[in-house]
Structures are given as structure tokens and as C-alpha cells.
């Protein structure tokens, strides 16, 4: 089974920040890497598929970047509406994994 | 408007069963490819199991965590996607979330609209 790993675990940061959350894969998922955004008592939402795409309707301060096994999600000019967990997950095959998690705090 | 709402959750006991349903509208659910996630208090999110559609003869897969206990099944008529959850076990407490996965359109898609979720307690 591929391992996500994300870091750092928790962020504190504040309003208008470029926020930098890192994903690394146990071993190549090529580009088949989703981004979440989830708040407490809520669905995730899909920010980012395929390593890079933006997904519909996600404003453009999201962005991610990266391939093989090393990736990351980066938010510029970070809102109040961004504080939330964000998780990385991998589709290159099954089982589908998930890393733990970052969640991002007001500093 | 596209739409997941699951049904089913609630308390059980240890070794008990339960169905989790989860009915789709506002796209083609046959066409989709559909997933169970779960997340346990507190916890991160676990990807339980999927269907896929018609096209691949509705396969199933699963986390090694619940395969054997857990079954993924589909009814294309009724738009509705199920999980049955047998000899349960405490750490199966956990919200559980259905998501739409990939289309013909793109099979290679991650989970992008989800339910609401449905929570399971086992407890005695």
C-alpha cells in the first residue's frame, strides 16, 4: 500500500499569509494526487486533482505542484475562510490512501 | 444540483450489522464510479471501499481494515449506493461519507462531490 505523508501537522498563520503544505507518496502515484479542504463538522471539498488542476469554482490562491512522490499545496493570500484541515490523497491505484492531515490555525 | 444524502447510521453493538444508504441525484449516478470514506473522532479521513459502474461490472474494492465485513453493492435503477457493515467493531466509529468518484469522461478523477455523512457508533 502507497503511504501519504503530510507536514507539517499543524500551521498557525495569519490573514494574507502564502501557507506551503508539503505531501510526500511511499512511492510514485505520478501525478494522481487530490487535495481536501475540510471544516470541523463538514464534507471535504475537493480543492485540487491531478497534482496541479484546479478544481471548478476553487478560487485561485489554491494551487499545487509536484509529481512522483513529492508534492505540495500552496495558498497565497490566505482568508479567514482557509482556516480549515487540509488533506492530500492519492488515486494511482488501491487502496486509495489518505495522509493525516494539516490543519491550519490563526496564529 | 448534485446531490449525495447517506442514511442509515446509528448506534450498534459489537459484532452487530447495519446498512448505510446513500441516494445520488442531479448527474448519470450509473456512469460514476462511487466511494465510501469514513473518519473516526477526532481522526483523519479513511477511504472504505468502491464501486465502479456498469462498464466494469460494478467491481467492488476495499480497505484492508474492512474487507470481508464490509460490502459495497449498487442499485443504478434507484440511483442509491450501500454499504453493509457486518461484524462491527468499535473501531468502526466513525462518520461515513459517500463520494462521487470518476466518469467515462474521466476514470482517472478523484472524489469530487461528497454527502453530508452518516454516523456509525458501535458501543455496547
Known amino acids: 500500500d502507497i503511504q501519504m505523508t503530510q507536514s507539517p501537522s499543524t500551521l498557525s498563520a495569519s490573514v494574507g499569509d502564502r501557507v506551503t503544505i508539503t505531501c510526500r507518496a511511499s512511492?510514485?502515484?505520478?501525478?494522481?494526487l487530490a487535495w481536501y479542504q475540510q471544516k470541523p463538522g463538514k464534507a471535504p471539498k475537493l480543492l485540487i486533482y491531478k497534482a496541479s488542476s484546479l478544481e471548478s469554482g476553487v478560487p485561485s490562491r489554491f494551487s499545487g505542484s509536484g509529481s512522483g512522490t513529492e508534492f505540495t499545496l500552496t495558498i497565497n493570500s490566505l482568508q479567514p475562510d482557509d482556516f480549515a484541515t487540509y488533506y492530500c490523497?492519492?488515486?494511482?491505484?488501491?487502496?486509495?490512501?489518505f495522509g493525516g492531515g494539516t490543519k491550519v490555525e490563526i496564529k | 444540483e448534485v446531490q449525495l444524502v447517506e442514511s442509515g447510521g446509528g448506534l450498534v453493538q459489537p459484532g452487530g450489522s447495519l446498512r448505510l444508504s446513500c441516494a445520488a441525484s442531479?448527474?448519470?449516478?450509473?456512469?460514476?464510479?462511487m466511494d465510501w470514506v469514513r473518519q473516526a473522532p477526532g481522526k483523519g479521513l479513511e477511504w472504505v471501499g468502491r464501486?465502479?459502474?456498469?462498464?466494469?461490472?460494478?467491481?467492488?474494492e476495499y480497505a484492508a481494515s474492512v474487507k470481508g465485513r464490509f460490502t459495497i453493492s449498487r442499485d443504478d435503477s434507484k440511483n442509491s449506493l450501500f454499504l453493509q457493515l457486518n461484524s462491527l467493531k468499535t473501531e468502526d466509529t466513525a462518520v461515513y461519507y459517500c463520494?462521487?468518484?470518476?466518469?467515462?469522461?474521466?476514470?482517472?478523477?478523484?472524489?469530487?462531490?461528497w454527502g453530508q455523512g452518516t454516523t456509525v457508533t458501535v458501543s455496547s
Open positions: 490523497q492519492h488515486y494511482n491505484n488501491y487502496p486509495l490512501t
Open positions: 512511492q510514485s502515484i505520478h501525478s494522481w
Open positions: 463520494a462521487r468518484g470518476g466518469s467515462p469522461a474521466n476514470y482517472y478523477y478523484p472524489m469530487d462531490v
Open positions: 442531479g448527474f448519470t449516478f450509473s456512469d460514476h464510479y
Open positions: 464501486s465502479t459502474n456498469r462498464v466494469y461490472s460494478y467491481t467492488t
